[in-house]
């Protein structure tokens, strides 16, 4: 066993960018070796870092590397954890449980790729409140943005009729029944601890997870004095037509770039 956030495995992977290199990483977190996908310019530069804190669970919302090279040719180097047991990596995956170390130590090995010390959260969906446990547990994040993300483990069981099964299977129960599982995944009474400013992005038709994550997130930055901008779209739902997306990308990338770092 090694250190967290220690290098076990790079393997060149494919990339859909001509000017963008990706590479499969295979690293070390709480004894477990995981992966994750790194997207660099092939431009070498001094480009701060992202981390992309992946939605959804197993292969359903799996790390696409158009999505990271995207974001990478915005003038970033990416890194998106796979989360453990995903891809070949040991573990099981735990919706926003032990699984958060590998997030939290994937800012490690995206400091040993960038030059530039400023590094950002991008999130998406369940990648929600894994990058709110990042920006609790780490005092290096310089902004956090969080598009159509979870914020709320409780708000997910009452509303996802059809992640139940699911939820009760990797958490242990129900939160009546088990309530630890979901006491040890709700961040929201740790926000006050978050030192980070925060871009909300939320489409207000969002079934998947619905609006009042954004609005959740929202009042307790704005009740802890947290930075927060919100871009909200009352005609969207979880997932932005394409034409929209890409621009509110690039936005949210410029957003990032302006931001000034740990409060």
């Known amino acids: 066993m090694k ?13 859909p960018n001509p000017h963008i290199v990706l590479r ?3 690293y070390w977190s709480c004894g477990l ?6 997207a660099s310019p092939k431009e070498v530069g001094d480009y701060e870092g992202i981390l992309y804190c992946r939605g959804g669970m197993q292969s359903i919302g799996m790390v696409r ?4 090279a995207q974001i990478a040719s915005e003038g970033f180097i990416v890194f998106a954890p796979y989360y453990r047991g995903n891809r070949g990596g040991e573990g099981k995956d735990e919706f926003a449980g032990e699984d958060r170390w590998d ?5 490690d090995i995206l400091k040993q790729y960038c030059l530039a010390e400023r590094i950002h959260l991008f999130a998406f969906s369940r990648g929600g409140i894994m990058a709110l446990w990042i920006a609790i547990l780490r005092n290096d994040i310089t902004s956090l943005v969080t598009w159509a993300g979870v914020s709320d483990i409780y708000l997910t069981y ?6 139940r099964k699911m939820m009760k299977r990797v958490i242990g129960g129900t939160p009546s029944k088990y309530p630890v599982g979901y006491e040890e995944r709700d961040v929201l009474p740790l926000i006050k601890e978050m030192k980070t400013s925060t871009l909300i992005i939320h489409g207000e038709q969002d079934k998947n997870v619905s609006f009042e994550h954004a609005k959740v997130l929202e009042h307790a930055l704005v009740g802890n ?9 009352p005609e969207f739902t979880h997932f932005f037509p394409s034409k929209i997306n890409r621009p509110v990308v690039k ?6 770039k302006n931001q000034r770092g740990v409060l």
């Open 3 to 15: 250190a967290n956030g220690t290098i076990e495995k790079v393997r060149v992977y494919p990339s």
């Open 24 to 26: 499969e990483i295979t």
């Open 33 to 38: 070796r995981v992966k994750g996908m790194l």
């Open 65 to 68: 590397p158009a999505r990271i």
């Open 103 to 107: 997030a939290i130590y994937g800012v």
């Open 158 to 163: 009452e509303e996802r009729l059809d992640m």
């Open 225 to 233: 004095s947290i930075p927060v901008e919100t871009w909200y779209y």
């Open 251 to 256: 936005d949210a990338c410029h957003w990032m």
